[in-house]
């Protein structure tokens, strides 16, 4: 499984972006997929998360500015990003845990991480 992130940008604060991640590969399903970000000098830090049912979780610092969604006839996740701030600027990077079939049949469950896409907000 493979994941491809885009999106990322330079915004002024109190714009929006969009961040987009896709999941490809071959026999395979997704189950949770997520959003992080990490800043320079800090820890990688959880945004958003999403099941497969679509039951969502987030950061305290992102809620009621932040949207995670996903379409999962894509394998795409998907965070949509208003009243950016300052503090938002990270390198933003997805996340997908998911169970692939090897030629027997045989599951075998992973956790993909995608390259990353920077999201710099301007003062």
């Known amino acids: 499984v493979q994941l491809q992130a885009s999106g990322g940008g330079l915004v002024q604060a109190g714009g929006s972006l969009r961040l987009s991640c896709a999941a490809s590969?071959?026999?395979?399903?997704?189950?949770?997929m997520g959003w992080y970000r990490q800043s320079p000098g800090k820890q990688r830090e959880m945004v958003a998360t999403?099941?497969?049912?679509?039951?969502?979780n987030y950061a305290d610092s992102v809620k009621g500015r932040f949207t995670i969604s996903r379409d999962n006839a894509k394998n795409t996740v998907y965070l949509q990003m208003n009243s950016l701030k300052p503090e938002d600027t990270a390198v933003y990077y997805c996340?997908?845990?998911?169970?692939?079939?090897?030629?027997?049949?045989?599951?075998?469950?992973?956790?993909?991480w995608g390259q990353g896409t920077l999201v710099t907000v301007s003062s």
């Open positions: 999403i099941s497969s049912g679509g039951s969502s």
């Open positions: 590969g071959n026999r395979f399903s997704i189950n949770t």
């Open positions: 996340n997908a845990d998911y169970i692939a079939y090897l030629l027997d049949q045989t599951p075998v469950a992973g956790r993909e």
